[in-house]
């Protein structure tokens, strides 16, 4: 061993041992000092909100006195925070044994059971104080808690307003009373309760953080920026109050200032995952994309579940690499992963969606795309599990394995309709519509600055691996309906649709609602609100599944052989044996713009098409033409009929359905919060 290793191996054992004679050295002196005396070094580790050192203190000093009522308490108060809910019932139920007629012990459990979703319980509690003590302002602020997660904002106002007559200058029922009144559009009553918390409490960094918050809501960044400015010069390690002023210098465009506000909580905090995200945004938006790409890398390692970044990073992507790049293996390796995980948990619809995002990163990624292909053949789509293969032999991927495969699987299907027509599904076009999405100009946000805008790309992304409706996601944000409605128009588009989505702490709404391009009216409206991990891509599947759905269904010609003609619909489209297209010429289909109903005049039909064969992606049928001239070519359009007797019939009696294995697990959803809930939770 040469000397500097000696010398760091020593200097080493030296710390261990320092450290190890530190630790003995406090259990004597802690084993010295009376339950007192640990109660009140616990408090000062609680005022500096080190909960862990705090709580082992407490735990040491009920060791020693087991009757202690106010170590019990704060122990509470050090679980509550965090997060640790039902330890907080259990030590305020322990602090009850030996204090009585305390309010705060019952109002901590009374908060500690909203955490764990005991909400009737909750109010019990809540109720049970008023009634022994009805000038309780706690538990006032508790019932309006309750209110505010049942959406109840006018009675959650009225009992802050109760609190403020029995204390007119109390902090959390004066900003709440603001961020009601906010939200309510009442916009000098809210900052009338703001100016009255500054004036009361000119020394608290909180109220400057939230009145920043309200009038960058507004639009008042300026005004909005001096607040904040002051809460961290009250408290220079006010972490929300530092990331309050990033977002709100992103919002005026001071991209490089909101770099360095990233850069140094990042320093203080390097878990700081909404810098990151941030410092991504402002690098994307001054071009410098290879850092923007760097910073979001970073954050994801950090949190993979961000969703809004994760989504933002894709797009960047998408958007600034090659296809080629070798970053895209690695990049695509989280969604392969994620999809071998729902295997394993036998769901095989998520998995299908995470291999469609690792293919749309990589598309030559040779272990997605097995994988994928292997997930059509279990579907019983062979033809589509062929041409998966066909299409890495194609682009050179293909070892002696595939190419073997390939040749049985050509063999055993050697008589279905794309190998008869020399079709290769994979690279057919079937797009039946084409929608322009927008977003109105965003709000500030809490959470994700730019989520609204987002969630669009990513939604667009979505829709266009399925092909059946192109989205277009136009980037830059529309100031009204109108100016979205002209757009669409002048682009020739069939539709447009405006994306509207309302972020919280756990969850995410997207409102969804398309129009028609030629006339501006309403055809669709949709609100989808999911919780949980997931929650963006799951909301985002709902609005495409759902649209897909509505939207009418409608075929082209793609090849013909005298009265034998070939169209771009099979039974994943949903064509069935000796189904019946009419056929018109291309262009003379479309809306009235009233509804998603088909307009079309039958005197124009030039034909009809009758199924005889049935692929997965393509049909063959007889063309009967209609009229003495033959007047078909390909890519007119055939749309399917709806025979009398389908639609006059009762509706089949529905069969419980048996659970599969490959069958996705019903969403579970959470009863949805605000984010004036969050906002008033966090008041202290």
């Not at 299907?413 to 039946?432: A, E, H, M, S, V």
């Not at 128009?489 to 129009?515: C, K, V």
């Amino acid at each position: 061993m040469n000397r500097r290793l000696k010398i760091v191996f020593f200097l080493s054992a030296f710390a261990l041992c320092l450290s190890a004679l530190s630790g003995q050295n406090a259990a004597v002196r802690n084993a010295d000092m009376t339950a007192s005396d640990l109660y009140k070094r616990a408090r000062d580790f609680q005022a500096h909100e080190d909960w862990y050192a705090a709580v082992e203190l407490y735990q040491e000093a009920l060791n020693k006195n087991p009757s202690y009522g106010d170590a019990w308490f704060s122990l509470a108060e050090c679980s509550y925070e965090l997060e640790q809910y039902d330890l907080a019932v259990k030590y305020c139920d322990s602090a009850s044994k030996y204090i009585k007629n305390r309010t705060d012990i019952l109002n901590l459990k009374g908060f500690a059971l909203i955490g764990l979703h005991k909400l009737d319980e909750a109010r019990f509690v809540f109720t049970e104080i008023l009634n022994r003590f009805p000038n309780d302002v706690e538990a006032r602020f508790g019932l309006a808690r309750l209110d505010l997660f049942d959406g109840k904002f006018s009675t959650a106002e009225q009992y802050f307003l109760d609190a403020l007559k029995r204390e007119s200058k109390n902090k959390k029922a004066l900003l709440s009373l603001a961020l009601i009144a906010e939200r309510q559009g009442k916009i000098e009553e809210s900052r009338l309760y703001i100016h009255e918390a500054l004036r009361s409490h000119s020394g608290k960094p909180e109220v400057y953080y939230f009145a920043g918050y309200l009038a960058a809501k507004g639009g008042n960044l300026t005004e909005a920026e001096s607040l904040i400015r002051t809460a961290v010069l009250l408290d220079g390690n006010y972490d929300k109050a530092y990331k309050l002023l990033a977002d709100i210098l992103f919002a005026q465009k001071r991209y490089a200032e909101t770099v360095d506000i990233c850069d140094f909580r990042i320093a203080k905090n390097n878990a700081a995952v909404s810098a990151l995200y941030l410092k991504g945004l402002a690098f994307a938006a001054l071009g410098e994309n290879e850092k923007a790409l760097t910073a979001w890398q970073t954050g994801l390692n950090r949190d993979p579940e961000d969703e809004i970044m994760r989504a933002a990073f894709e797009l960047l992507i998408f958007d600034t690499t090659a296809v080629e790049d070798p970053r895209r293996e690695k990049w695509a390796a989280y969604h392969i992963d994620k999809a071998e995980a729902y295997m394993e948990k036998f769901t095989a619809v998520h998995a299908l969606y995470e291999y469609q995002r690792a293919l749309r990163i990589q598309p030559l990624n040779l272990k997605a795309r097995l994988a994928y292909a292997r997930l059509l053949l279990n579907k019983g789509l062979s033809e589509s599990y062929l041409s998966q293969l066909i299409f890495l032999k194609d682009e050179g991927k293909a070892d002696k394995h595939i190419e073997d495969t390939i040749e049985s699987y050509t063999s055993l299907l050697q008589n279905t309709l794309p190998l008869q027509w020399g079709i290769q599904p994979f690279y057919l076009d079937k797009t039946r519509w084409k929608t322009a999405l927008y977003t109105l100009r965003e709000d500030f946000s809490l959470y994700h600055q730019n989520a609204v805008s987002v969630s669009a790309g990513l939604l667009a992304d979505i829709f266009n691996a399925d092909q059946f409706v192109s989205v277009r996601h136009m980037s830059a944000a529309v100031s009204s309906y109108a100016e979205a409605f002209k757009d669409a128009r002048t682009r020739g588009f069939d539709f447009f649709a405006l994306l509207d989505a309302a972020e919280e702490e756990r969850g995410i709404s997207l409102n969804f609602d398309l129009y028609s391009a030629a006339s501006g009216n309403k055809l669709l409206s949709m609100n989808v609100y999911r919780t949980g991990n997931d929650r963006l891509a799951s909301a985002l599947q709902k609005i495409r599944d759902d649209l897909t759905s509505a939207l009418p269904h409608k075929a082209k010609i793609i090849a013909r052989r005298g009265s034998v003609v070939l169209i771009d619909y099979g039974r994943k489209d949903g064509a069935q044996a000796e189904q019946v297209f009419d056929v018109y010429k291309t262009g003379d289909t479309g809306f009235d713009g009233s509804s998603l109903d088909l307009k079309y005049d039958e005197k124009k039909r030039i034909g009809t098409v009758k199924l005889t064969a049935i692929g997965e992606d393509i049909s063959q049928g007889e063309f009967k033409q209609n009229g003495f001239y033959d007047l078909l070519a390909l890519g007119d359009e055939a749309i399917p009929i709806v025979k009398a007797e389908e639609s006059a019939a009762p509706a089949p009696k529905k069969e419980k359905k048996k659970k599969s294995k490959t069958e996705a697990p019903p969403v579970q959803v959470e009863k949805r919060k605000s984010v004036i809930y969050d906002l008033i939770q966090s008041i202290k």
